[in-house]
């Protein structure tokens, strides 16, 4: 954690915030979010579950907090302590956040503590979770978040890193300064109606680490989708079968999460962008996407090249129409190489840029499948590169992709499948997280 100077750091007037901490390994990190509260002038109250004190000692949180720790609903009972906490809170933030705890908190329980005080406040709450990847991934522990999200309690993180054991990949707890930052955010969005008198109090759901109004809130979003078309004459095309709907719910999740995005949509549908709040560039051909990749790549944060590009186009284009009785039985075409867009904009980019790259690849082999995504982002290195298992009968022109996402070194940070918006979300969760 970075230093805070004190002075710079005091509130204009301390807030009594509670900082929830359940039984997972991450329960150390809490301790950094307990002292940088305290630091910046807040009267810090911890609830720890019992779990929670399997990995830090109570005495440990009673010297940092400066006020008694307890873990149950009968100490303090003339206080009412089982809810008199909840009620005082300005704040809660519950770090970390096991997948037990979410779930339990989706479900109202109140067996500890800790549940009684969520039930009983009425203050913002902020989670931060740590999990293995597959538990941040169950759906399950989807369904939770989305209730809670709905419920106006704000998540931030998690993020990518290294895990217990040999693990990697997402489901990290977001760094104590990051969490206190994006949470302190979180009440003043809370407590600003009050100042400015607006009757307008309504919670963000996608609050992440920016504290903004969505975890994308105020980025600028470049998404390419669909697949090119290299023109042969005025009425052939040498492409490919992307319908390009894995694009579109990549534009449409980053738009929903406050994003400002512009849609590069080559020979998509216009009905799959129909009331899509984003602004469309439409284009044809690997050409005429290079151009408009390159002429929104400066002002963007964030590029996601999504499209299927053709890697060769005809050498010709005829001006009309070829005739068959003019080449015989076989017909010889001859093609060139079309510019690699990722290559280029990767090559191009401005330090704060992050770049998603796409890998649409036929091998069944998943071993095999992801050595040639890691060739890939070793040529191109991409911050995050998705690789996406395509064929005859998945992949392309379906509702439902399989992926695996990698970052330079080779590293899977990520590894999903569903439905192509959920996957969209699977993708821009790591997005967010690079861009904190």
Same mark, same amino acid.
């Given at each position: 954690m970075s230093a805070v100077n004190d002075a710079a750091t005091q509130p204009a007037r301390?807030?009594?915030?509670?900082?929830?901490?359940?039984?997972?390994?991450?329960?150390?990190?809490?301790?950094?979010?307990?002292?940088?509260?305290?630091?910046?002038?807040?009267?810090?109250?911890?609830?720890?579950?019992?779990?929670?004190?399997?990995?830090?000692?109570?005495?440990?949180?009673?010297?940092?907090?400066?006020?008694?720790?307890?873990?149950?609903?009968?100490?303090?009972?003339?206080?009412?302590?089982?809810?008199?906490?909840?009620?005082?809170?300005?704040?809660?933030?519950?770090?970390?956040?096991?997948?037990?705890?979410?779930a339990k908190m989706a479900a109202g329980l109140a067996g500890d503590l800790l549940g009684t005080t969520l039930l009983a406040t009425e203050a913002p709450v902020v989670v931060a979770p740590a999990m293995h990847p597959q538990m941040w991934e169950h759906p399950a522990t989807r369904a939770n978040l989305a209730t809670l999200r709905a419920r106006g309690v704000h998540v931030v993180g998690p993020v990518v890193g290294a895990l217990t054991g040999d693990d990697a990949g997402i489901g990290r707890m977001s760094e104590p300064e990051d969490i206190v930052v994006a949470a302190l955010a979180v009440l003043d969005a809370a407590e600003a109606p009050d100042r400015s008198g607006s009757l307008d109090a309504t919670p963000s759901l996608h609050t992440g680490a920016r504290g903004e109004q969505g975890d994308l809130a105020g980025v600028r979003v470049v998404v390419s989708a669909g697949g090119t078309r290299e023109p042969l004459d005025p009425v052939r095309f040498v492409g490919n079968r992307s319908s390009g709907r894995q694009g579109v719910a990549l534009a449409a999740e980053a738009a929903r999460r406050g994003a400002d995005v512009t849609l590069v949509a080559a020979n998509t549908d216009p009905g799959l962008t129909e009331g899509l709040p984003v602004r469309i560039v439409r284009v044809g051909s690997a050409q005429e996407l290079a151009v408009a990749m390159h002429a929104e790549a400066p002002?963007?944060? !964030? +590029? %996601?090249?999504?499209? @299927? /590009?053709?890697?060769?186009?005809?050498?010709?284009?005829? =001006?009309?129409?070829?005739?068959?009785?003019?080449?015989?039985?076989?017909?010889?075409?001859?093609?060139?190489?079309?510019?690699?867009?990722?290559?280029?904009?990767?090559?191009?980019?401005?330090?704060?840029?992050?770049?998603?790259?796409?890998?649409?690849?036929?091998?069944?082999?998943?071993?095999?499948?992801?050595?040639?995504?890691?060739?890939?982002?070793?040529?191109?290195?991409?911050?995050?590169?998705?690789?996406?298992?395509?064929?005859?009968?998945?992949?392309?022109?379906?509702?439902?992709?399989?992926?695996? !996402? +990698? %970052?330079?070194?080779? @590293? /899977?940070?990520?590894?999903?499948?569903?439905?192509?918006? =959920?996957?969209a979300t699977a993708v821009l969760d790591l997005v967010a997280t690079a861009l904190t």
């Open positions: 301390p807030r009594t915030v509670v900082v929830g901490i359940t039984g997972g390994i991450a329960a150390y990190k809490a301790v950094g979010v307990v002292r940088d509260l305290v630091k910046r002038g807040h009267d810090v109250h911890v609830v720890p579950t019992e779990g929670a004190l399997r990995f830090v000692g109570l005495p440990t949180l009673e010297a940092l907090s400066r006020n008694p720790v307890s873990t149950s609903v009968w100490d303090d009972v003339a206080e009412v302590r089982h809810v008199a906490l909840g009620r005082r809170a300005d704040l809660v933030v519950i770090a970390p956040a096991t997948a037990d705890s979410l002002e963007a944060d !964030v +590029l %996601v090249m999504t499209a @299927a /590009v053709a890697d060769y186009r005809p050498a010709e284009v005829l =001006e009309s129409k070829l005739k068959k009785e003019q080449q015989g039985d076989r017909m010889t075409l001859e093609l060139v190489k079309n510019p690699d867009v990722l290559a280029e904009l990767v090559a191009a980019r401005r330090v704060g840029q992050v770049i998603v790259g796409f890998a649409a690849e036929t091998e069944p082999d998943r071993e095999a499948r992801l050595e040639l995504g890691r060739a890939k982002i070793a040529r191109k290195p991409a911050d995050l590169l998705v690789v996406n298992h395509v064929g005859w009968s998945h992949g392309f022109e379906r509702e439902e992709n399989a992926i695996e !996402v +990698l %970052v330079p070194g080779g @590293a /899977v940070v990520r590894e999903t499948s569903g439905t192509k918006a =959920e996957v």
